[in-house]
C-alpha cells in the first residue's frame, strides 16, 4: 500500500479519535475536558476532509487558477472551530465550578440520590428551597 | 385603530411597567392603566363598524405554507370579548394599584397581566385558528406566572402548577381537533370553517375533533371533570382572581364554544357532551360552593357553577340557548368581578376571608356591605338585578329542553342549581355583614379609600342598570348572539324582560329563592352533615396521578441515568461504533474512483508531530501541564495541516483559537490541581483503550473510505465559486460563503457564540456570590507563585505591539472579503492584543481601563449583524441580502464596499465581545483568589518612588 495523503489524514483523524474517546473516559474533569478537545480536532479535520484533499490551490478566486479546493466545508468548518471554544470554554467552566464548588474534580457523581424530592405528593415537587419573605 | 395594533398593544406595553418600576407604584400602574385605555379606546373605534354588522378583518402572512397565517377579525362576539377584557382590565389594573402592598413587585405583576390581556385580546380576535393556538398557549403561561405571583405561598406555586398542568393539558387536546378541524375544512381561517357545517358534521373525524376541542374547552373553562383547579388557582392576589378567574380566562373556553357553534353544535353529541358537562359542573359547583368557608373558595365554585350554566346553554343548540349565554356572560362578568373585588377588600382590611370569622361588618363595612349584598343579590337571581334576567332565561331554556327522553330532567336539575346558587349568596351576606358586631377580627375592619372600592361600585352600578333597563343593553346583545349565530335569520325575537308573566321559570325562580333562603336558615345543620359525608378530594386524585407519572417516569430514566459520566460515554462510544459496523457490513461498498496522492516528506513530518504529540497527550495525560503543551503541539499541527491542505483561513482561525484555549486552560489549571491521580485499574484502562481503538479504527476507515472516493451527488460548491464574485462580490469563497451565502447560519452562530460567553460569566457570577468565595479567599497556592507577577519586560513589550497586532487585525478584516481573512479571524487577533495586556499588567490594571462592558460588545456585534440583514428589507429583498458597489477616492486604488462587510464587523465584535467576556470571567476568578492584584502597570517602575515600590 502506497503512503498516500489520504492514508496520512485519515489514520490522523483515527488516532486523534482513540486518544479523544480513551480521555473521554477518564475519570477526571480534566482529562475529560482534553479528550473532547482531541475530539473536537478529529470531527473538525474530518468534516473539512469531505471537501476531498487539494493541495496548493485556495479557494481564493484568481483568472489562472483552474482547480479550486472545496469552499464549502471549509466555511462550516471555520465557524465550528469558533463555536468548540465557545463549548470548551463552557465545559471548563462547569468543571472549574464543579471543582471549587465540591473540592472533587471526579466527573462521575460518588452515589445516586434517589430521594432528592423532599415529598410525596409531586405538588410539592420543585419547592425544595425555602425562600421566606418576599423580595 | 387597526386590530394589530389592537393585540400588539398589550405585548408591547408589557415593557413598560417594569421599566417604570423605580418610578413609584403610581408611575407603574399609571403606565400599564394607559396601555388598556389606549388598546379600549382602540377598541372602541371599531364599534360603529360593528353594529353595522360588519366584520372587521386585517391579515398578512406569516407562515402560509403551514396555513398559519396573522389574520385578525372583529365581528360582535370577538368585539364583546374584547371589550369585556380591556374594560374589567383598566378596573382591575386601578383596584390591583390599592390592593398590591409595598413589598410586591408592581412591575412583575403588571408585566404578567398585560402579556395575559394581550394574549386574552388576541384569541377573541384571531381569525387563523393556528394563531388563536397560539394566543391559547399564551394565556395558560401567563396566568401561571400571575397565579403563582406570590412566589413565597406555597398555595400559589402549587396551584398555579396544577392550572398549567390541566389548561396546558386541554391546549395540547385542542391543538390536534383544530388540527383535525382544518384538514376536514382545508384552512386554518375561521372565516372559511364556519362556512362548512356539513361538510364537518359529516366527516368521520368530525367525533374526535369535537371531543379534543371540547377538552381544550372544558379545562380552560373548569368544566367537570376538570373543574378542580379554579379554586386552587385562588391562591393567587385576588386582581388576579378577578380578572382572570371570573371575568376572561376562563371564559376563553366559553368563547371558544360560541365561536365554533356554528359548526360543532346541533348534533346529538354536542348536545350530551355540553349540556351534560355543564349541567352537572352547575349543580356539583353550586353544592360544593354552599359548604366552603373561605369566601374566594365560595366564589371560586360559583364561578364553576356558572360557567357550567352557560356551557349548558350552549349546549341545547338553540339561538335562545346562545343568546341567553352570551347575556349570561355579561351578566356574570360585572357582578362576579365584583364580588371578587369585594372580598379581596374584606381580606385586605380584616386578613381573613375565612367566612367563620366574619360577620357584622355591616356596620364597619357599609360601602363594601352595600356593594357585595347588590352582586350577591344579583348572584342569587333577585329581580330588579341582571342576574335575575339571564337566569330567568336559562330556566326558561331549561324547560324546553329534553335530555335522555325525561322532560323533567333538565329542569329539575337546572332549578336544584338555582337553589343552591341563591344559598351560598344568601349565605355569602348573611354570615359577611348581618349578626353582631364581633371583637375578635384579626384587624379592626374599616372601609378602604376609593381606589380600592370605586372599581368594584363601578361595576355595581352596572348590575343594577342592566337589572332595571335591561333594553340599554339588548340590542348590543342581539348583535353578539347573531354572530355566535352566524346568521341573524334565527335571532329570537323575545326581548329581555323583568316580567314574563306567569310562566312556569318564574315559579322555578321562586323555588330556588325560598330554597335557598331555607338552606341558609338550616346552614350549621347541613355544614356537620356535609363534613361529616366522605367526598372524593380532586387534589389528592390529581396528586397521586402525577406521582405514579413521575415514579413511572423515574423508574425508566434512573437506571439509564445514574450519574456516572464515564458510563454514558462509553455506552455512547460503543453504541455509535457498533451502529457503523452494522452500517459497514450492511451496505454495499463502490470502487475507488480517486487516485490517491502521494505522501511528500514535509506532509509526513507534519502527520509525525501530530501524532507523536497526540501519543504524548494520552500518555502523560495525568501530568496537566505537560498535557497541556502537547494539545497546543495537537492544534499547531492541525493549523499547518490547514495550510498545506489549501484552507488558509481555516489555519488562521485554528491557530489563534489555540492561543485563547491554551490560555483559558491555564487559567483554570490555576485552581485545579496539576496531577489526575492514578485510579482506575488495568483493567478498566485496557477496555478503555479497547473501546478507543475500536473507535479510532473506526473513525479512520470511514474518512479513508470516502477521501478515496468521488461525492454521490454533486456538491453544491461549484455554485459557490461561481457566483462568489458575481453575486457576493469577493474572491475568498470561504469568506463569502460565511457572510453572504449562509450568512443566516452565521448569524446564529455568533449569537450562540455570545449566549455561551454570557453563561460562563453567569456562573462565575454563581461561583463568586456563593460559598465558593469564601474558599477562593482562602486559598493557599499550592506552588510558590512567580516573584514578579508584571515584569516590566513584558509589560513594555505587549505595549509596543499592541498597536500592530490592532494592525493587523484591521488589515486581516477588510482584506476578509477577497483573502485569507475577515471577522472570525480579525476579532481573535484583536481579543489576543487585548489579553495580552491583562497578561501583563493585571486584571485591575487593564479592566479599570476597559470603556464598554464585553456584554455590551457581544450584543453591539448581534444587533449590527441583524440591523445589516434587517437592512435589505427596506429595499425588498429577503433577510441578509447583500449588495456590494465599488468606489474610488482619488489617491487609492479602486475598492469595494459592501454590506457584507458591515455584517463581518458585527461578527467581529461578537467574537472579541465573546472570547473576552470568557477570559475575563475566569481572571475575576483568580482576582478574588490573589488579592494582591496591583493597580500598577508592572512591579518594578522606575518612575515611581522607591518608597511606594512593593519588592519583586
Known sequence: MMLSLELLVASAIGILTAGGIYLLLRLRTFPVIMGVSLLTYAVNIFLFSSGRLTVGAPPILNDSATLYADPLPQALVLTAIVISFGMTAVIVMMALGSYLGNNTDLVNDPLVDDDDDDDASVGNAGDVTPQEGRP | MSLFLIVA????????????????????????????????????????????????????????????NFTLMLDGLGFFFAFLILGIGLLIIAYARHYLSRDDNMGEFFTYLLLFQGAMVGIVLSDNILLLLVFWELT???????????????????????????????????????????????????????????????????????????????????????????????????????????????????????????VLSGTPEWFVLVTGAGLITMVLGAVIALFKHDLKSVLAFSTVSHLGLITMLLGTGTAFGAFAAVFHILNHATFKAALFMSAGIIDHETHTRDIRRLGGLRHLMPITAVIMTIAALSMAGVPLLNGFLSKEMMLEESTQTVMFNTWWLVPALATLAALFSAGYSFRLIAHTFFGP?????????????????????????LVVTIGVAPFLVEDF??????????????????????????VPALYMSLAAVGGGVILVIMHSVLQKIWDATPRPEAKVIFDATISSFVSLARSLILPLHNGAFSRYAAIAAVTIIGAGYFAWITGVQGAATRAPQAATPVALAGWAMLVAATFGLVFLHRNRLLALIMMGIVGLMVSVGFVYFSAPDLAMTQFTVEAVTIILLLLALNFMPNRSPVESTVLHRVRDAFVAVAGG????????????????????????????????????????????????????EIIVLGIAALLIYALTETLLNGPVRARLLNRVPDQPRAGGMHPMMMVVLTRVIMPVVLMVGFYIFMRGHNEPGGGFIAGLIVSIAVVMQYMASGFSWASSRLRYPYHGVIGAGVLLAGLTGIGSWFVNKPFLTTDFTYVRIPPFEKFELATAAIFDLGVLLAVVGAVMLTLESFSRLARTAHTKDSVHPMDIDPSRQASTEEGA
Not at chain 2, 375592619?445 to 361595576?459: C, K, M, R, S, T
Not at chain 2, 348572539?481 to 314574563?500: F, M, Q, R
Request: charge should be neutral; proline fraction near 7%.
Open chain 2, 9 to 68: 398593544l398589550p405585548f408591547l406595553g408589557a415593557l413598560l411597567p417594569g421599566l417604570m418600576n423605580q418610578a413609584g407604584r403610581d408611575a407603574c400602574s399609571g403606565v400599564t392603566f394607559m396601555v388598556s385605555l389606549a388598546a379600549f379606546i382602540g377598541l372602541l373605534t371599531n364599534l360603529p363598524s360593528v353594529l353595522a354588522g360588519e366584520v372587521v378583518t386585517v391579515g398578512i402572512d406569516w407562515m402560509p405554507l403551514l396555513g398559519l
Open chain 2, 437 to 461: 358586631k364581633r371583637d375578635d377580627y384579626p384587624a379592626a375592619p374599616h372601609d378602604p379609600g376609593f381606589g380600592l372600592w370605586g372599581p368594584p361600585a363601578f361595576l355595581v352600578v
Open chain 2, 140 to 262: 395558560s403561561l401567563s396566568s401561571f406566572l400571575l397565579i403563582g405571583y406570590w412566589k413565597h405561598l406555597p398555595e400559589g406555586r402549587q396551584g398555579a402548577r396544577m392550572a398549567l398542568a390541566v389548561t396546558g393539558m386541554g391546549g395540547l387536546a385542542m391543538i390536534g381537533g383544530m388540527l383535525i378541524l382544518g384538514q376536514i375544512v382545508g384552512s386554518y381561517e375561521l372565516s372559511v370553517i364556519l362556512q362548512h357545517r356539513d361538510l364537518i358534521q359529516a366527516d368521520p373525524l368530525y367525533v374526535p375533533a369535537l371531543l379534543l376541542i371540547l377538552l381544550g374547552a372544558f379545562t380552560k373553562s373548569a368544566q367537570f371533570p376538570f373543574h378542580f383547579w379554579l379554586p386552587h388557582a385562588m391562591a393567587a392576589p385576588t386582581p388576579v382572581s378577578a380578572y382572570l378567574h371570573s371575568a376572561t380566562m376562563v371564559k376563553a373556553g366559553i368563547f371558544l364554544m360560541a365561536r365554533m357553534w356554528p
Open chain 2, 697 to 748: 479504527f473506526g473513525a479512520m476507515a470511514m474518512a479513508w473510505h470516502y477521501l478515496l472516493r468521488d461525492a454521490v451527488a454533486t456538491p453544491i460548491s461549484e455554485f459557490h465559486l461561481a457566483n462568489s464574485y458575481k453575486g457576493g462580490g469577493g474572491t475568498n469563497v470561504v469568506n463569502v460563503i460565511l457572510v453572504d451565502f449562509r450568512g443566516f447560519d452565521t448569524y446564529g
Open chain 2, 477 to 502: 346583545v342581539k348583535i353578539v348572539t347573531a354572530s355566535v349565530l352566524g346568521t341573524t335569520a334565527e335571532l329570537p325575537h323575545a326581548y329581555i324582560k323583568i316580567w314574563h308573566g306567569l
